[in-house]
């Protein structure tokens, strides 16, 4: 039987621009392995408008840290081959790679041009504010040091449909560039009435040379790095149909078991559905609500009522399209989209995400690493790790729930008889002290179960008609399980 699937982004906002990340995840991959981890979520591995960007400002998609531009020959993360190197020793160990890949916008043009636009409200990009005017913008990129080679294709405005800087005037703004059957995508997030522009200069794709080139691009990056999957970047800016089409061309290009998972950052649940119905449910999306619950749960203790946790989230209605996560990248302190789930509650976070049996569920580099720059913040293995451990070797088979109190709820899983051992109680409380009385089996009967978590020093004995009563913290988490004691928690 096969054990459980479990995704790490490997990658936090604050790490050192030192050129050695890719050093780093070569290093951690038998480590990542021995916890259970089998695929790795790595960051954008293009170059960016400088050696110290993250990325997400992408320059040149076809330097791979290989040319020297933007200041350095490699990237935030290294180099071209230490890249290769690092994906090489992920594969050996049987951990999969999925790139993220950024394709809404482009930044650091190589040089100026002046073309027609006309500006729009930022609030709502469907009303003109300005008649047609000129302005000089950053949009023209030709990528001198990278000499053709692998591509010979040249960015002008004639390929993106928006910018915000005007160097004539030294001024920002959103401008819609002025074009044949050149606007807005109609098939974005209505948010601002039209959501296409989010930043730098925007990709058109409603031009046939666009669609052509990035999915030419696609099959030669996956081709390149020898990747298992991709990460979409912002796909609720991106043509809708095109992200359809450019996902069925690279699967086409690569095999059907090519992974695909995007950001689709909304927190109304059925916009989600309606997009994973617009892309054939081809793209699984981290779920966005569910996170919502548990950065709100993490914030208002026992006022919160567990029982509602997975209520409105993806895993719930789309199980098999949900990557479920605690935080990310975006949502760590003093980023964009900061909603930290707070300490107190990260280890039953991580319970609700790994010991259930719907979902792909993502850990995060900040959480289990710490987090760097200004304002560090410490890693949490110590927390993380026996939930990792509980899901590579207990948390299979049945789930039966019991979400009968707001403030201590619980569930099993019964096990299977593949997996020796396997099968796993787990309880949170978000109040006070509290116990859990649940069926694990008559089977079991006689078992003697101990906490994997170490918060509690009991030994439970199942009792002959398979029930047990599993103790908790007050806020806080027990994992209960028959222990393995040749394996290291």
Known sequence: MKRNHTMIQFFEWHLEADANHWNRLKKAAPALKNRGIDAVWIPPVTKGMSAEDTGYA??????????????????????????????????????????????????????????????????????????????????????????????????????????????????????????????????????????????????????????????????????????????????????????????????????????????????????????????????????????????????????????????????QSHPLQAVTFVDNHDTQPGEALESWVEDRFKQSAYSLILLRKDGYPCIFYGDYFGISGENPIDPKQEAINPILYARYHKAYGEQEDYFDHPNTIGWVRCGVPEIERSGCAVVISNGDDGEKRMRVGEERAGEIWVDLTGTRDEHIAIEEDGFAAFPVNGGSVSVWALPQEDVEL
């Open 58 to 315: 992408p320059y040149d998609l076809y330097d791979l840290g290989e040319f020297d531009q933007k200041g350095s020959v490699a990237t935030k993360y290294g180099t071209k081959k230490q890249l290769l190197d690092a994906i090489r020793t992920c594969h050996d160990h049987n951990i999969q790679v999925y790139a993220d890949i950024v394709m809404n916008h482009k930044a650091g043009a190589d040089d100026t041009e002046v073309f027609q636009v006309i500006e729009v409200d930022p609030n709502d990009r469907t009303k003109e504010v300005s008649e047609p005017f000129d302005i000089e913008g950053w949009t023209k990129f030709t990528f001198p040091n990278r000499d053709n080679k692998y591509s010979s294709f040249k960015w002008g405005f004639e390929y993106f449909n928006g910018t915000d800087f005007d160097t004539m005037k030294d001024r920002t703004g959103v401008f819609r560039i002025i074009g044949d059957n050149k606007t807005w995508n109609d098939e974005v997030d209505d948010e601002f009435s039209n959501y296409d522009y989010l930043m730098f200069a925007n990709i058109d794709y409603n031009h046939p040379e666009v669609q052509e080139e990035m999915i030419r691009w696609g099959k030669w990056f996956a081709d390149s790095l020898h990747c298992n999957g991709f990460r979409l970047d912002a796909m609720k800016h991106i043509n809708h149909a095109f992200i359809k089409l450019f996902a069925e061309q690279i699967a086409q290009h690569c095999g059907d078991d090519f992974y695909f998972v995007g950001e689709f950052w909304k927190h109304d649940l059925e916009a989600c559905q309606q997009f994973l119905e617009q892309v054939d449910y081809n793209i699984d999306l981290f779920d966005v609500a569910l996170h919502d619950k548990l950065h709100t749960a993490s914030k208002s203790g026992n006022d919160f009522n567990l029982t509602t946790i997975f209520d409105d989230t993806l895993v």
